[in-house]
């Protein structure tokens, strides 16, 4: 019999007045008890429409029935068929959007809670299996991946079970690309990144770090090395701006840019208020991390309603348990400065963020 509590098992967490003064990750993982809980919430719909939701079509149903069997490891072989990267996707992939957006319990109570279960599964994987996959024989093909981050990671693990051996180019001086630079530790422990590289490596997958592609070394000096496949990953390295005047003040900075210094100097230190703008996960990332620097305030404004936010209402009530006071439905008009230091900003009410088409098109 299914469990038909409309509720998700809540994910143990850290006390709020605890971890909002360190990195280490927020939220703790479900025990056992919780999963199997959990996964026997799951219908094992035919039509599956969660798996359309997701990405890379993690057969989703299939997974969830193998913890209801306790077994685990077979879940995560279903779920390492079409992911290569489990542990991560299980933490910061907007599972509210993706998968657990189409899934049928979500139509009376919550959806069945995909994206912690597939947590536990890696989770459960790392800490009790030391075996990892064997790659084939090499087939004696080089492929070069531009970018060490998820896209390429992903790319070395699907070439490297097929018997190439590639090698992964970065410009940083380690493996990871923004789930290491970016992505703050209380959401994603570095450890989880660092456990899924040494796999790769033991794959027979090479990185090389502090390698910059088109300055020191150029893909036609690459195919004269013999690499004939080229994949580039190098995804997106810079923050918007907010295109209104002062946006250049001193002050201001883009939330990639904040959240990559304090991912490498976590001892960063802020004064003062800070306000994030911004709706999505990076802007809870960045006002969830100054909250860390131990700004005096936080306040995030955003163009959406409270309950259209980007983020969703997992990252929104993580930030209000943070401490961090919202403020939805404005839109920054300018920021006034003083010898060139962003001293305040101008907000007016936003009417609706998309115009009839749904497109991205603000009216106030
Ligand atoms: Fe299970 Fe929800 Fe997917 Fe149905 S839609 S199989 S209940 S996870």
């Known amino acids: 019999m299914p469990n038909m509590s409309l509720k998700k098992n809540e994910m143990p967490s850290q006390d709020p007045n605890v971890r909002n003064k360190n990195f280490l990750e927020v939220a703790l993982g479900y025990t056992e008890e919780q999963a199997l ?17 997701c990405p890379v079509q993690v057969k989703i149903p299939e997974f969830i029935k193998k913890i209801t069997e306790k077994d685990y490891e077979g879940a995560y072989q279903v779920i390492h068929e079409t992911s290569s990267l489990p542990a991560v996707c299980g933490r910061v992939c907007p599972q509210e959007n993706q998968c657990e957006g189409k899934c049928v319990r979500g139509a009376k109570g919550e959806s069945v809670a995909i994206g912690r ?5 890696a989770d459960w994987h790392r800490e009790h299996v030391a075996d990892h996959p064997q790659a084939p024989a090499p087939n004696g093909h080089k492929v070069a991946i531009i970018g060490a981050g998820p896209a390429g990671m992903s790319c070395a693990y699907f070439l490297a079970e097929k018997g ?41 997958v090479e ?13 036609p000096e690459l195919r004269a090395q013999g690499y004939k496949g080229f994949y580039v990953a190098v995804g997106l390295q810079d923050g918007g701006r907010l295109r209104v005047p002062g946006d250049d003040a001193e002050g201001v900075m883009s939330g990639v840019d904040f959240t990559k ?5 976590p001892e960063t230190k802020l004064t ?17 991390t100054a909250v860390r620097c131990g700004a005096e305030s936080v306040t995030l404004y955003c163009l959406e309603g409270y309950d259209e936010m980007p983020m969703g209402e997992e990252d929104r009530t993580e930030c209000e348990r ?30 609706s963020v998309k115009n009839a088409e749904g497109r991205f098109a603000p009216a106030f």
Not at 41 to 48: A, D, F, G, I
Not at 117 to 121: G, I, K
Not at 333 to 343: K, L, P, S, Y
């Open 37 to 53: 809980d959990e996964a026997a919430r799951c219908l094992n719909c035919k039509n599956h429409p969660c798996v359309s939701g």
């Open 117 to 121: 279960l597939e947590r536990f599964v």
């Open 164 to 204: 190439y051996r590639p090698t992964v180019f970065d410009k940083s001086p380690r493996p990871g690309g923004m789930l290491m630079n970016a992505i703050p530790n209380f959401r994603l422990e570095k450890d989880v990144v660092e456990a899924e590289i040494d796999i790769l490596r033991e794959m027979g």
């Open 207 to 219: 990185f090389r770090c502090g390698v910059d592609v088109g300055r020191d070394v150029t893909i």
């Open 261 to 265: 210094k304090v991912n490498l100097a």
């Open 272 to 288: 003062g208020k800070v306000v994030v703008i911004g709706g999505g996960n990076i802007a809870s990332d960045v006002a969830r």
């Open 322 to 351: 943070d401490g961090i006071s919202i403020h939805a439905g404005w839109g920054q008009t300018a920021i006034d400065t003083e010898n060139g230091h962003a001293r305040a900003i101008r907000f007016r009410k936003c009417l």
